[in-house]
């Protein structure tokens, strides 16, 4: 009889524990992270932000968090996800523009040889960002991505772009801003292409983003007032850039950033050099099979110097393949 | 008896009516605005937003209202504010500038002869925000904006010039907070000379203040990262400006908009070019007692097109003598 209590006892005793074990697994708002280094360094920061009268509290209203989009967010290869539109445009285009069979860029793009057609360099992109993305308003720009955004797929994945997000990172976001922080995009990528999907993709509204700008002209259409994309570049939204973005877009220093490649180190130096608690985040590309393995030298998202000043001044740096559980919603 | 307990019941009856109208004035969010087409226009389009279900209603991420600030938010008269730092800046910089007693702008602002200083136009006006403004970083810049609010006092009242605001409209901005719709600036003023007092004076934080930009580089000086402000304007937040600032920085075409002169007449029109509910409105400055009375010709915020248009479209027009109970929170 004694002996059967003391089961039933125990066994109550591990079934509570199992309860609480799968209770603390379902409210860990970062599940998708493995136990380590990052996260620990992610939730300790978090911590110590919302512990008032704490040493490490911030505002709620100075609680601005920053993320770069390509290579943070969601992934860059084979090429930045805006320059995979840009040549869809270029072919949906092409019936309209007969010269463009043997005019570079545009011959190279529609024989599908990307490596060519990149090989122009900045000019070369320059130009095919002009025809793609300008002459035509702000809503019609809007329609055209969304469509694309509707039906291109991933050329390794066989998925929507939209899909190609890391699920690691949707939870970081989702755990900031249940913490009280505002979660912005500063990217190098056009501010009108990445607004069409941010809130929805991401849980960031259009005012939350801020990218690269070309020019734009207020005018009136038939009576109608409309805003026109013209051919010329306004802001590169990257390196140097993106801190001035920062200052002119946001008007407070950050108080986290997160980024992956060298064109964010400017951000993460800007976000740190002031007085208070600062968390700094790399994201380093190091999964060749779950995703890509990749940092310098690199077409897409290089990671060098970056990856240096961040290990010297102790940034938190993210190695997908070991800190992250899952990378896509869509795995299994 | 029955005398005593009708007139006990009568009392009661009469101390239940005032309580109640004193309550009701009390509950009054609009409290400073008189009973009138204006009032009421405003409150029936924010009781038809955020009635879920019926054909005014705006889903709250939607609910972005923009306003003017200079005669919009708080007085500009005799000059916009700004300028009166400017001129401020220009006596606080003469030591340092002996050269300045011989030149113009500078020797008019000096001898306080601002219709002669004003006399140059643009390329005066220019040359002298360029040396008032620019040569330091964005962190000295709003040191000096700070200082100069503390101290600086408006001639005509002797008050601060943050004390200047219209007490109708920080009622209707807390109004509209209040009812889900997220308040922004959209100014032809400096961004950072804005950012300094948006929030302590309007609730309005500084990443929702939108308005002209001079060109800002970031670099590092003795190894820390600073943003400084570049003697070059980059872009003017006024008339067709407006537009194309709120589509670059909100991303979101607003649902209400206030303004009081010609400057912001496309910025109403851009806002009311959607299907939708929409509300525009225009501050007309009509009591020359208690503010200033103007409106065309005007050296400073003309209203001419902008009243012909409203008129025509059925804007609403707020007669400041008519519509607003009290002007300035300092009134007794």
Redesign the interface.
């Known amino acids: 009889m004694r002996h059967r209590l003391r089961s039933a006892a125990g066994c109550v005793a591990i079934l509570a524990a199992l309860l609480c074990a799968a209770l603390a697994r379902a409210a860990d708002p970062l599940a998708s992270w493995n136990d380590g280094a990052a996260k620990k360094a992610i939730v300790e920061f978090v911590a110590s932000a919302t512990r008032a009268g704490g040493p490490g509290f911030i505002a709620p209203?100075e609680r601005?968090a920053v993320f770069d989009d390509d290579g943070t967010l969601w992934a860059e290869q084979p090429v930045y996800f805006q320059l995979a539109f840009a040549f869809d445009r270029v072919r949906a285009l092409a019936p309209q523009n007969p010269r463009w069979k043997t005019t570079e860029p545009f011959a190279s793009i529609l024989a599908s040889d990307i490596k060519s057609a990149l090989g122009g360099g900045d000019k070369a992109i320059a130009e095919m960002v002009m025809v793609t993305h300008a002459g035509i308003t702000?809503d019609e720009f809007a329609k055209i991505v969304a469509d694309w955004l509707a039906t291109a797929k991933h050329p390794r994945f066989d998925r929507p772009y939209t899909e190609m997000v890391y699920q690691p990172m949707l939870e970081l976001l989702a755990y900031l801003r249940a913490s009280g922080f505002?979660t912005y995009i500063v990217s190098g990528g056009g501010?009108?292409f990445m607004?069409v999907f941010s809130?929805k993709v991401y849980g960031i509204?259009?005012?939350q983003?801020v990218g690269s700008?070309i020019e734009?002209?207020?005018?009136l259409r038939d009576g109608?007032?409309v805003?026109v994309r013209e051919p010329a570049i306004d802001f590169i939204d990257d390196k140097?850039?993106k801190?001035?973005a920062i200052?002119?877009?946001?008007?407070?220093r950050p108080v986290f950033a997160f980024g992956n490649s060298d064109g964010d180190q400017?951000m993460l130096?800007?976000t740190a050099?002031d007085r208070g608690a600062r968390f700094l985040g790399l994201v380093h590309h190091t999964d060749a099979e779950r995703e890509w393995a990749y940092d310098h030298p690199s077409a897409v998202g290089q990671l060098d110097t970056a990856l240096v000043a961040g290990t010297a001044k102790g940034w938190t740096l993210v190695d997908m393949k070991k800190d992250w559980k899952r990378v896509f919603p869509f795995e299994k």
């Not at 200052?247 to 407070?252: A, D, K, T, Y």
């Open positions: 209203a601005i702000t505002k501010v009108e607004r809130e509204p259009p005012e983003v700008t734009t002209k207020f005018e109608t007032p805003i140097a850039g801190p001035v200052n002119e877009f946001i008007g407070r400017q130096e800007w050099a």
